[in-house]
């Protein structure tokens, strides 16, 4: 089967894993990905990943859940799609729920959260929205 956006099945597993409940959940590999759950983990939404070697590479991510049960991610969304990519520049950046949310980029200094971003002056594609 071919998959025309494999960022949008990302952000799909994590999200159907957290809400079916399950602890883990296993995504096909690449470094994008990587770099999106490694954002992902840093900012306390997952609570982390190992790459899994075998036939096929894969990213085994452990979904993270708070003390009375609920997950950690309370929304998830893609933004930039591969039929209307979305770039914000630098100035422009946008704050996801006031601020404590965050905006995942994909800027020439690698993928970034927003506040990073900023602060290092750099814009890019606006991959997707985390709250």
């Known amino acids: 089967m071919v998959m025309t956006d494999p960022i949008a099945d990302l952000l799909t597993r994590i999200r159907n894993a957290f809400r079916a409940g399950h602890d883990q959940v296993s995504i096909g590999y690449s470094k994008f990905k990587e770099s999106i759950v490694k954002v992902l983990v840093d900012e306390g939404y997952l609570h982390g990943y190992r790459i899994v070697e075998g ?24 933004v930039s ?6 770039y914000v520049r630098r100035d422009t950046i946008p704050y996801v729920k006031n601020g404590l949310g965050v905006a995942v980029i994909s800027t020439s200094h690698g993928v970034l959260p927003d506040y990073t971003a900023r602060k290092e002056g750099v814009g890019g594609e606006f991959v997707c929205r985390v709250w």
């Not at 799609?81 to 979305?86: D, E, Y």
């Open 55 to 78: 036939d096929h590479r894969e990213i085994e991510v452990d979904i993270k859940y708070g003390e009375d049960g609920k997950p950690a991610i309370r929304g998830l969304e893609r």
């Open 81 to 86: 799609k591969p039929g209307l990519r979305v």
